[in-house]
């Protein structure tokens, strides 16, 4: 199999525990925003709550997860050693920020808004913890080329996740609504956030369980040498990772303090509930992130190594287009995932979505300065995007609302793509298709624009229009670049 075909193959398997878990994660949302009223701003306690343990994920990984590849990449017969060495590092965090959070609750959860639910901050911290430390066993299965119980695990958490809110949020609100004093002891109808927070943690810790073998390759690690140089090339993945789930999680953090009391819970609920369906851009990134990382790392020292990451970005931009497209042109049946009185944010849909492509080319981008080990540049270009996005949230979100988030967003990840792609070009230059590249975009928006201009007002008509206009853009792809051309049927059929 080519090398390009093994990196599809991964990027299945690895996309099908995130995609259809994101999917059935989709069922979750007509739920609670049927359960939490836009009034009641539960949602958005909830969307403030993980925004903040993304945050606090990303500084417990230190960088660890690209880390372990790099040099298990490097030390083929040693890698029990690095997965050690990553073990003990997060694991050291993770106890550190546990028993911070737990010694200092009573001042955190006033702080944070929570001075009446700290048990939410409480939940959370384990969850976060665990999720850290999953993260080197995750990435070690991704390491030895088992994408199989990679996909498994992801997709066992999401089934008992799911199971667990249909229990919650249907089945205990239904019994409690025929005899309330059967489930009063596990249900009550007024603590819908509460019920979130601890399926997570149900969940999460049900998952650890599964690592017990990979765990076992754990050996104490008292290699001064080598911690040193882990953490010297890990600090500028911490500081890029900071910058990029800043750039994902800010708007979300500062909303609260930005539009205070129940207007800003009920904004950021509605804000949050839209975000949910612009997120098949994420899945799309997760699983190629999920296949790509491995692939780079293993191929970087292959004569042909750059005209692979050239093609690779090259498709990756035009599924990500099309991916785009699909979920724009069926907006008159995708908006049914979330509840009617949330569908006033879903004008932020596409500006998120075009922010995740720009994220998913800055990441395409950014093995230039990995490969180098010159991860301070990432760290850089992230930071520039993260500034621009908290100054546009702190000078627009006041007067304009969730559209400054969204638009913050777009303009952060643009500035950080565009960095990286210059700077790259001098230090590191990559032969990008970019007249292929730029075909895709401007079939993309000729399209896109072609959609939003046609004066139809039935909702059949107009998805049957969108359905030709994305079989020209999917006629446009297989007779430029899929393989599928050189079957003589197929080529006869789109010339």
Same mark, same amino acid.
């Given at each position: *199999?080519?090398? %390009?075909?093994?990196?599809?193959?991964?990027?299945?398997?690895? !996309?099908?525990?995130?995609?259809?878990?994101?999917?059935?994660?989709?069922?979750?949302?007509?739920?609670?925003? +049927?359960?939490?009223?836009?009034?009641?701003?539960? =949602?958005?306690?909830? /969307?403030?709550?993980?925004?903040? /343990?993304?945050?606090?994920?990303?500084?417990?990984?230190?960088?660890?997860?690209?880390?372990?590849?790099?040099?298990?990449?490097?030390?083929?017969?040693?890698?029990?050693?690095?997965?050690?060495?990553?073990?003990?590092?997060?694991?050291? &965090?993770?106890?550190?920020?546990?028993?911070?959070?737990?010694?200092?609750?009573?001042?955190?959860? $006033?702080?944070?808004?929570?001075?009446?639910?700290?048990?939410?901050?409480? @939940?959370?911290?384990?969850?976060?913890? &665990?999720?850290?430390?999953?993260?080197?066993?995750?990435?070690?299965?991704?390491?030895?080329?088992? $994408?199989?119980?990679?996909?498994?695990?992801? @997709?066992?958490?999401?089934? /008992?996740?799911?199971?667990?809110?249909?229990?919650?949020?249907?089945?205990?609100?239904?019994?409690?609504?025929?005899?309330?004093?059967?489930?009063?002891?596990?249900?009550?109808?007024?603590?819908?956030?509460?019920?979130?927070?601890?399926?997570?943690?149900?969940?999460?810790?049900?998952?650890?369980?599964?690592?017990?073998?990979?765990?076992? @390759?754990?050996? $104490?690690?008292?290699?001064?040498?080598?911690?040193?140089?882990?953490?010297?090339?890990?600090?500028? &993945?911490?500081?890029?990772?900071?910058?990029?789930?800043?750039?994902?999680? +800010?708007?979300?953090?500062?909303?609260?303090?930005?539009?205070?009391?129940?207007? !800003?819970?009920?904004? &950021?609920?509605?804000? !949050?509930?839209?975000?949910?369906?612009?997120?098949?851009?994420?899945?799309?990134?997760?699983?190629?992130?999920?296949?790509?990382?491995?692939?780079?790392?293993?191929?970087?020292?292959?004569?042909?190594?750059? +005209? %692979?990451?050239?093609? #690779?970005?090259?498709?990756?931009?035009?599924?990500?287009?099309?991916?785009?497209?699909?979920?724009?042109?069926?907006?008159?049946?995708?908006?049914?995932?979330?509840?009617?009185?949330?569908?006033?944010?879903?004008?932020?849909?596409?500006?998120?979505?075009? #922010?995740?492509?720009? *994220?998913?080319?800055?990441?395409?981008?950014?093995?230039?300065?990995?490969?180098?080990?010159?991860?301070?540049?990432? +760290?850089?270009?992230?930071?520039? !995007?993260?500034?621009?996005?908290?100054?546009?949230?702190?000078?627009?979100?006041?007067? =304009?609302?969730?559209? #400054?988030?969204?638009?913050?967003?777009? /303009?952060?990840?643009?500035?950080?793509?565009?960095?990286?792609?210059?700077?790259?070009?001098?230090?590191?230059?990559?032969?990008?298709?970019?007249?292929?590249?730029?075909?895709?975009?401007?079939?993309?928006?000729?399209?896109?624009?072609?959609?939003?201009?046609?004066?139809?007002?039935?909702?059949?008509?107009?998805?049957?229009?969108?359905?030709?206009?994305?079989?020209?853009?999917?006629?446009?792809?297989?007779?430029?670049?899929?393989?599928?051309?050189?079957? $003589?049927?197929?080529?006869?059929?789109?010339?």
């Amino acid at each position: *199999m080519s090398k %390009l075909g093994s990196l599809l193959k991964d990027t299945v398997i690895y !996309g099908m525990s995130s995609i259809v878990g994101r999917f059935l994660n989709y069922l979750l949302v007509p739920l609670y925003t +049927a359960k939490m009223s836009v009034e009641s701003g539960e =949602y958005g306690v909830v /969307t403030n709550m993980y925004a903040w /343990t993304a945050f606090i994920l990303v500084v417990l990984i230190f960088g660890m997860e690209t880390t372990f590849f790099r040099f298990a990449d490097r030390q083929k017969g040693n890698v029990s050693q690095v997965f050690s060495m990553c073990l003990q590092v997060v694991g050291v &965090l993770c106890a550190l920020f546990l028993a911070g959070v737990f010694l200092n609750i009573g001042s955190l959860a $006033p702080l944070l808004g929570y001075a009446s639910h700290p048990e939410f901050i409480t @939940m959370m911290a384990v969850v976060v913890a &665990l999720d850290a430390l999953q993260s080197i066993p995750f990435g070690l299965l991704r390491f030895q080329g088992r $994408p199989i119980k990679f996909a498994s695990l992801k @997709m066992l958490n999401i089934i /008992t996740n799911i199971a667990l809110n249909l229990i919650f949020f249907l089945l205990l609100p239904y019994l409690y609504g025929k005899n309330p004093d059967s489930v009063s002891w596990l249900y009550s109808p007024d603590r819908q956030s509460y019920y979130v927070f601890l399926i997570n943690l149900v969940c999460t810790s049900f998952i650890t369980l599964f690592f017990i073998p990979e765990l076992r @390759m754990y050996r $104490p690690v008292h290699d001064a040498a080598l911690l040193k140089k882990m953490l010297s090339y890990s600090w500028p &993945l911490l500081l890029l990772g900071i910058a990029g789930i800043l750039n994902l999680n +800010a708007d979300k953090i500062l909303y609260p303090q930005l539009v205070p009391g129940a207007q !800003g819970r009920a904004e &950021l609920s509605v804000y !949050g509930a839209s975000v949910k369906i612009a997120a098949i851009m994420a899945m799309l990134m997760q699983a190629f992130r999920f296949a790509y990382e491995p692939f780079v790392f293993g191929n970087r020292d292959k004569e042909d190594s750059k +005209a %692979l990451y050239a093609k #690779a970005m090259k498709y990756f931009i035009a599924v990500a287009l099309f991916a785009f497209l699909c979920v724009v042109f069926y907006m008159d049946l995708i908006k049914y995932i979330i509840s009617p009185d949330y569908w006033a944010g879903l004008k932020v849909v596409p500006l998120v979505m075009a #922010a995740e492509i720009f *994220m998913g080319i800055y990441f395409n981008l950014s093995f230039w300065y990995k490969l180098n080990d010159e991860t301070y540049w990432g +760290a850089l270009f992230s930071f520039a !995007g993260c500034a621009i996005l908290f100054a546009i949230n702190i000078l627009f979100v006041p007067h =304009y609302g969730y559209m #400054a988030c969204a638009w913050a967003s777009f /303009t952060a990840y643009l500035v950080s793509m565009l960095l990286s792609y210059f700077v790259g070009r001098r230090r590191n230059n990559i032969d990008y298709d970019l007249k292929a590249i730029f075909g895709y975009v401007a079939i993309f928006l000729l399209l896109y624009g072609a959609s939003a201009l046609l004066p139809v007002e039935n909702t059949i008509l107009r998805l049957s229009c969108n359905t030709l206009l994305l079989i020209v853009y999917l006629c446009y792809f297989v007779k430029r670049d899929l393989p599928l051309k050189s079957i $003589p049927f197929v080529n006869r059929l789109f010339r």
